[in-house]
């Protein structure tokens, strides 16, 4: 479980306005789940997006693979206070998942669905623009199960319980739906800059 008392290694020097308050860098890249890591194989991993309860569309791992990739490399920063720079990303846009099923966002809120049962929600501009991918590969090589291979969301500008591990799609919702850590005490947001960790924060 996530607990306040984290705390990754150190480094000696942070760069001036890429750490939020509170936060301190790390070499490591912690693994932290609510729960038990789920083993799901390549083959047996979809991708679908709702609208309310409605399937939209849905894809298998090949296909999913077969949409255009991208590369980012940003900075990550975890509720339980430690930030890793410039982390390299690969995968497929929000944008471009749209785009390949032929629709437009048609609400303002987001829930993300992982295999595990896990869910978060996304103001759905948060998810488009560019801001967002569901990532498929880090550094370079597959996700591992650890860090929510096959797929997980990324949504690096948030705290990084937003960015759901084994994710399996996009439900987009009439109203703002409270996700698994949301329900239990976390920021319906979670802006690093702002310190929205808790729901009691502004």
């Known amino acids: 479980m996530i607990t306040r008392g984290f705390f990754g290694r150190p480094r000696p020097q942070e760069p001036e306005g890429r750490v939020p ?16 890591t789920p083993r799901i194989e390549a083959a047996r991993w979809t991708f679908e997006l709702k609208h309310g309860p409605r399937p939209l569309v849905k894809w298998t791992w090949d296909e999913f693979n077969a949409l255009p990739m991208t590369r980012m490399t940003r900075d990550i920063h975890c509720v339980t206070t430690w930030s890793k720079l ?44 560019g801001k967002s991918m569901v990532a498929l590969k880090y550094e370079g090589l597959p996700l591992t199960h650890e860090h929510g291979g096959p797929a997980r969301l990324l949504v690096p500008h ?10 399996t799609g ?33």
């Open 86 to 129: 410039d982390t390299p990303w690969e995968g497929v846009l929000i944008d471009d998942v749209l785009a390949a099923a032929g629709v437009e966002a048609p609400t303002d809120f987001t829930l993300a669905h992982s295999y595990d049962g896990y869910s978060t929600n996304v103001p759905t501009a948060d998810l488009v623009g």
């Open 21 to 36: 308050p509170g936060q301190h860098l790390t070499d490591d890249f912690p693994v932290l789940s609510a729960g038990p």
């Open 170 to 202: 996009l439900q987009f919702t009439e109203r703002d739906e409270l996700g698994f850590w949301e329900l239990r005490g976390y920021h319906a947001y979670g802006d690093p800059w702002r310190e929205q960790r808790y729901s009691s924060d502004a």
């Open 158 to 167: 948030l705290y990084f319980w937003k960015s759901a591990k084994w994710v």
